[in-house]
């Protein structure tokens, strides 16, 4: 629509249609952004299997160089043309913190059950907002503490050990809940960056540095794949899915979805991953959960809502705060009247 062409109803007509656009866009991105939460769930089993093959480090090294040949081929264009040296330092940021918490969540996961996994992963849900005050100094709120500590008392749940009142926290748990800390600052930089940079670029930056990381680490520190185990087809599938559908696609739909929703908005979403690994990790893995577990996860949960309503209230506040703030404006620049 052209600017100097307008009747009343053009002018309605152009408020109205962005709106309705926003709209459907948010509703994508939502849907996207659960798939995402499928695919991220059916992670955890493939990757548990995946481990009895490739050392931890090994595992994402291959995992990281997958996705980079991929997307170097795929998005050549894109890349090149968006690749600057502006994306240097966020490459850094988000490709350390991508690989500090996904080298803590999969040595973890060779000593825990995927479900367990995953809901104590999804912790990072109630570290973001206290990851986001340290990185953009926004505070957390009333309710964002009350949900940390929730969460607390569910990782309590989930620690004490069956039959008795002692907790004990696996080595895995502890990598695991390392994990989360980290993967709280690595959220917190890709939503504060891919509103910057295209997504894409951003994506593959951050794939190129955890993938040095984790080749150089694996080279250094552990031995090489077991190639000679049984069944590698299941092997090679098992990677196919953990290379092209999760390290690629779902990442690169996750940065895209961003873009739309709000780190609440998103939270919630995402943190349904664990209720999809623990439905997989069932069915594909004979996974069993104790009582007390179950009271755990559940807490943890209702933690993660908790933190993702608390964020939303806020929004709700500043957005209503904004518009005051414009009516106020308004009357204050309009004519005075003649009567």
Not at 121 to 140: D, E, G, H, L, N
Request: glycine letters at 6%; charged letters at 10%.
């Amino acid at each position: 629509m052209q600017e100097n062409e307008g009747s009343d109803m053009s002018e309605i007509n152009s408020a109205v249609q962005p709106r309705q656009n926003n709209r459907i866009n948010v509703n994508i991105a939502r849907i996207m952004l659960l798939l995402c939460a499928a695919i991220w769930g059916g992670s955890y089993v493939s990757s548990k299997y995946a481990l009895e093959v490739f050392p931890p480090q090994w595992l994402m090294g291959v995992r990281m160089l997958g996705a980079c040949i991929i997307m170097g081929v795929v998005f050549f264009k894109t890349i090149r043309k968006n690749f600057t040296k502006k994306l240097i330092i966020p490459s850094l940021l988000t490709g350390v913190t991508y690989y500090a918490s996904l080298v803590t969540q999969t040595e973890g996961l060779r000593w825990i059950d995927p479900g367990r996994s995953a809901f104590l992963t999804a912790a990072y849900c109630v570290i973001a907002p206290f990851s986001a005050w340290m990185i953009i100094r926004k505070k957390p709120t009333l309710l964002g503490i009350i949900a940390a500590l929730t969460c607390v008392v569910g990782v309590g749940f989930v620690a004490l050990k069956p039959g008795s009142l002692v907790l004990t926290l696996s080595h895995g748990d502890v990598l695991t809940l390392i994990c989360a800390a980290v993967f709280a600052f690595n959220l917190t930089y890709l939503a504060y960056y891919s509103r910057q940079y295209n997504p894409v670029a951003l994506t593959f930056g951050q794939f190129s540095v955890s993938g040095v990381l984790f080749l150089f680490g694996a080279a250094v520190s552990e031995p090489l794949p077991n190639f000679s185990a049984e069944d590698n087809w299941i092997t090679f599938t098992n990677m196919f899915y953990l290379i092209v559908i999760v390290t690629v696609l779902a990442q690169i739909i996750q940065n895209y979805t961003l873009i739309y929703l709000s780190t609440a908005n998103a939270s919630v979403i995402m943190c349904t991953e664990c209720l999809f690994t623990l439905l997989f990790s069932s069915i594909l893995y004979n996974e069993r959960v104790t009582n007390m577990a179950f009271v755990g996860f559940a807490l943890i949960f209702v933690a993660i809502l908790l933190a993702s309503l608390a964020e939303h209230i806020e929004l709700m506040r500043a957005r209503k705060k904004q518009g005051s703030y414009k009516s106020k404006a308004k009357v204050a620049s309009a004519p005075a009247s003649t009567i």
